[in-house]
């Protein structure tokens, strides 16, 4: 697949989206997906060469990752098949502290020869930038683990799955659409299954197996007479769960306002693209919203973007110190904030939770890229904020000698460095449905799943749209809006939010692309909440002639 | 060394070919060395290297295609690529939007490969690092900044005979400065074929005097601003416009090409007459390849003339449906400038903002090209031909559509990722709301 297909198939869903074209690896058969890697065994004995040859040569850390990064990608339109891809990337990546300062190298040569070469340019890249380094590496301590492994808990393995299975599921949706008023539909399918293998001079020797899917569609109506064309994008989250995830059952469905199905472990993709073909077109007459301040509704497909925006990413440490100066920017929530103790990051109902185990996330995993074990805690505690996200080069820098456990890297092939943990809105704890959301609003919009998002490098002003917005008057729902998008400053969007259901409507938004670094990396992260209201924020009208 | 000269890249892919069983059959290879070094809070934070090389093959019997692709190109290797890509091509449905491979085509030669750039050295990056980090340190500012530097090559050839060859050097530079007193922030891009014509020096000193020039900035109402948009501020809204001139998306009543009741705006003016946008892979300034994935020649090509939409992108197939020739989408573009500087503009403004940067681009409604996003890095008041003082970043929702209909006066040209693009000063340009970033 060329990558300016990807850049656009990959754009049709998109959350928070960057190109994984360096992801894609090779080409291979579905078949060859099949083929179980490397024996641990020899990993075990690759990854000790690394160690080996590291610390023969003055490192005095280091660490060894053998990946083996399989993807499976599905694209449709219509009733076509555009593309069905199948890629395998294996290699080594080496990263060690010599004279104090980083050094990483990588090879797809996993041989003792190969392993031995890479780990001699990691040293010699680590001595070299020593001479400009100005503060050592210090690293927080971190238990040696010793053999053990972890799994994503899946039920069905994606790449046993027929690939007819999976076409047969697209086209199915594709139909569904086009029946019920759709004029073009654009559907994918994403599976990923990362085999990693780490080891460190920690004494540390961690197999893990990751699976990750999403399933995903732009469902568009046109109208040819007045020049308009409107989309809807799918419900669906991506998610650290097999291919049990297109199972579609009834028990992990929801019933939402405005005819909305939503859902959380299992997804209908047929039937939620029967609704986005109806939603497309209705949105074609929509009356276009006066701009003003509105109380909000925001469903969790749609507040887990936000979340990511306003308070994933400012809360990553490295921002915070500038190491991303140059790219995404700083921070807001700067140290002096947090060490204040009272900041009123948000209103007291604001509970804000920093995530590496939640089963069925994207960002689960056994342990991190450092080998440091997983874990929750808290970022943001009844509106207070209390702590950020961090791993063991950066802890001691906030008086903490205990990393996160959030370092990833995208392949064997770039280096590790901290990325964001799933973070996640706590439910309500009073039992609170989504009618009770809206039942009791004057003025508002239900506002549902992903539109279009942007936030300033320091992440006080933002702008998000959706893919559905309803108009709320006098408590009910009385019909669908257009042209609308929120600007809000994040700690006066978080101060004003005001009621939160409780955990029956609690569901994941994920961005399965997210991007940050310099050569840039992708990562997955998912994002949980429940329906959410927050009063009295500025909505504009976007609608314009050209 | 993943650098293949044209002779050795054909030979590897001839070889790769005459394994080939399928009805048709086309050989991509290429290969890069690329090097890095990042730099923040006025020190080194990681540099690497990295070497690819790759070869794929796509079989097609009949409709079904299939690729592999693999990184080694030895005899056997090259025999199970094609192996595979034929197994996946007969696993594979119909595509009924396959085309059949290109017969041999004539092509420009190349200008996009430099010698000197593909012979930088890890001590030239850290020297990079090194312009940019002494001189933000001794005025109290804090650099964070990235160097890339790659050269490569790919080649093309199918079972029709056509072959292609293509090398390219490119080295980017950016860097943020921050005060460290955290109130003033500047930032400066370059990119360039040939590294000989990069100063980290120079470019390291315009993002200095931004920091230094932005800081404490003065809140002011948002609202609509004549703007003077430096290009690295207007690049990312021109390319978003450029990348929808596509004649599918158009036809099917989906873009801002679409017009009322059917058929596209081409042959319509769009934006004001004095604009003028092309792309010409043969441009000295901003060179591309002479030819694209699918075999076609790039030539120089016109989108928008006096303001007139003169051509739209149509792939292959699309050109089929629509009995029409195959229009190539550009790989850049550039965009016709005049002969005022940046100060001669600033001169001609009474009251205006200089906006250094647009940044978190993204599209608000297809339908009209509405993009938002924010200033960034240096935005100043500009009243009675001088810059005034540093203003308050600020979100903008407007449409590049829009902006080139409200066009008062164009400036010198800039290369900024690839492109060509003049200085702009633009009227009504819509600023939403204000930012408290720095």
Not at chain 1, 118 to 142: C, D, F, G, R
Request: net charge neutral.
């Amino acid at each position: 697949m060329k990558r300016r297909d990807f850049v656009k198939y990959a754009g049709l869903g998109s959350g928070v989206l960057m190109v994984p074209s360096l992801l894609m690896g090779n080409d291979i058969s579905a078949e060859a997906l099949l083929n179980p890697g490397m024996d641990i065994a020899i990993k075990k004995k690759l990854a000790d060469v690394a160690l080996n040859t590291a610390k023969t040569l003055g490192a005095s850390y280091a660490d060894a990752r053998i990946g083996r990064y399989l993807n499976q990608y599905v694209f449709t339109r219509e009733d076509k098949v555009q593309n069905v891809v199948n890629t395998e990337s294996f290699g080594i990546g080496i990263r060690v502290v010599a004279n104090g300062t980083w050094g990483f190298a990588s090879t797809n040569n996993v041989s003792d020869a190969g392993i031995k070469k890479a780990t001699e340019q990691a040293v010699a890249i680590a001595k070299a930038n020593s001479k400009i380094q100005k503060v050592p590496v210090k690293l927080a301590p971190v238990q040696s683990y010793g053999e053990v492994s972890w799994k994503t808990p899946i039920q069905k393995d994606f790449k046993k799955v027929p690939i007819s299975e999976k076409v047969d599921l697209l086209l199915s949706a594709n139909a569904a659409a086009l029946k019920n008023g759709a004029d073009f539909v654009n559907s994918g399918l994403f599976m990923v299954n990362e085999q990693k293998y780490f080891a460190s001079t920690e004494g540390s020797y961690i197999d893990q197996d990751v699976h990750r899917i999403w399933p995903t569609f732009t469902v568009t109506a046109i109208d040819r007479e007045n020049n308009k064309f409107k989309s809807r994008q799918a419900m669906s989250a991506p998610m650290g769960m097999g291919y049990e995830y297109m199972d579609g059952l009834d028990s992990e469905k929801l019933e939402g306002p405005a005819g909305f199905k939503l859902y959380r472990g299992s997804y209908d993709m047929v039937e939620d693209a029967t609704v986005a073909a109806k939603q497309a077109k209705e949105r074609l007459t929509a009356k276009s919203v006066e701009a003003g301040k509105y109380d909000l509704v925001l469903e969790p497909n749609h507040l887990g973007l936000t979340i990511h925006e306003s308070v994933g990413h400012p809360l990553e440490l490295d921002r915070v110190l500038g190491y991303e100066a140059n790219y995404a920017g700083t921070s807001f929530a700067t140290l002096d904030k947090w060490k204040m103790k009272n900041f009123k990051y948000g209103s007291d109902i604001v509970n804000l939770i920093a995530d590496k185990t939640q089963i069925g996330s994207l960002g689960a995993v056994g342990y991190d890229d450092e080998g440091v074990k997983t874990k929750q805690w808290d970022l943001v505690r009844k509106g207070i904020l209390t702590n950020y996200q961090a791993i063991r080069d950066q802890v001691h820098m906030i008086g903490q000698n205990e990393s996160h456990g959030c370092c990833y890297s995208q392949s064997w092939n770039d280096v590790q460095f901290q990325r964001m943990p799933n973070v996640s809105l706590e439910a309500g704890t009073e039992k609170y449905s989504v009618s009770d959301m809206i039942k009791d609003v004057e003025k508002g919009i239900y506002i549902a799943g992903r539109g279009s998002y942007s936030i300033d490098q320091q992440r006080y002003n933002f702008q998000f749209g959706g893919t559905a917005f309803y108009e709320i008057k006098n408590g009910a729902i009385v019909g669908m809006l257009d042209d609308v998008a929120y600007q809000s400053n994040t700690q006066e969007f978080w101060n004003s939010c005001a009621k939160i259901c409780d955990k029956s409507d609690y569901r994941m938004f994920g961005s399965f692309f997210d991007g940050k670094g310099q050569p840039p990396q992708i990562s997955a992260v998912s994002h949980g909440s429940s329906t959410t209201r927050f009063n009295n924020v500025n909505v504009i009208n976007t609608g314009r002639t050209i | 060394m993943a650098i293949y000269t044209k002779e050795e890249a054909k030979q590897i892919m001839e070889k790769a070919l005459s394994f080939s069983t399928a009805d048709a059959c086309v050989i991509n290879i290429s290969g890069s060395e690329s090097g890095n070094i990042r730099y923040a809070r006025n020190t080194v934070s990681t540099s690497g290297h990295r070497s690819n090389q790759t070869l794929s093959v796509q079989s097609s019997f009949g409709k079904k295609s299939g690729t592999a692709t693999i990184d080694e190109f030895d005899d056997e290797s090259l025999k199970k690529v094609v192996r595979r890509a034929e197994e996946l091509a007969k696993l594979s449905p119909e595509n009924p939007e396959f085309m059949a491979p290109l017969a041999p085509q004539k092509y420009d030669e190349y200008l996009t490969f430099k010698e000197t750039t593909a012979n930088i050295t890890p001590e030239y990056r850290a020297g990079v690092a090194s312009s940019s980090i002494e001189p933000a340190a001794a005025k109290d500012i804090t650099a964070a900044g990235f160097f890339n530097d790659s050269s490569g090559f790919s080649a093309l050839l199918n079972s029709k005979g056509l072959f292609a060859y293509n090398k390219s050097t490119n080295a980017s530079f950016t860097v943020t400065m921050r005060s460290n007193d955290g109130t003033g922030s500047g930032w400066v891009t370059r990119d360039f074929n040939d590294v000989n014509k990069f100063d980290a020096s120079e470019a390291s000193k315009v993002a200095i005097d931004k920091a230094t020039m932005s800081r404490e900035a003065k809140a002011i109402e948002p609202g609509k601003y004549t703007v003077i948009l430096e290009p690295a501020a207007s690049v990312g809204l021109l390319g978003n416009m450029a990348s929808a001139f596509n004649a599918r998306t158009a036809d099917e009543g989906r873009s801002f090409m679409s017009k009322e009741g059917g058929g596209t705006k081409l042959g319509e003016r769009i934006v004001d007459e004095r604009v003028n946008i092309w792309s010409d892979p043969l441009h000295p300034e901003v060179p591309t390849s002479t030819w694209n994935s699918a075999g076609q020649p790039l030539k120089k090509t016109t989108w928008l003339e006096n303001g007139i939409v003169k051509n739209l992108a149509y792939s292959r197939y699309w050109a089929k449906e629509k009995g029409v020739d195959p229009v190539p989408s550009p790989r850049g573009f550039i965009m016709q400038g005049g002969d005022a500087s940046l100060e001669d503009l600033i001169k001609g403004t009474k009251k205006g903002i200089l906006v250094t940067r647009l940044w978190y681009i993204r599209n608000v409604d297809p339908q009209t090209l509405l993009y938002t996003g924010l200033t960034r890095d240096g935005t100043f008041y500009i009243e009675n031909g001088k810059i005034k003082y540093p203003v308050k970043n600020f979100r903008f929702n407007e449409s590049p559509v829009i902006m080139l209909n409200n066009l008062e006066k164009l400036g010198k040209q800039v290369r900024i990722n690839g492109n060509l693009i003049p200085y702009m000063k633009i009227r009504d340009f819509t600023f939403t709301s204000l930012s408290d970033a720095v």
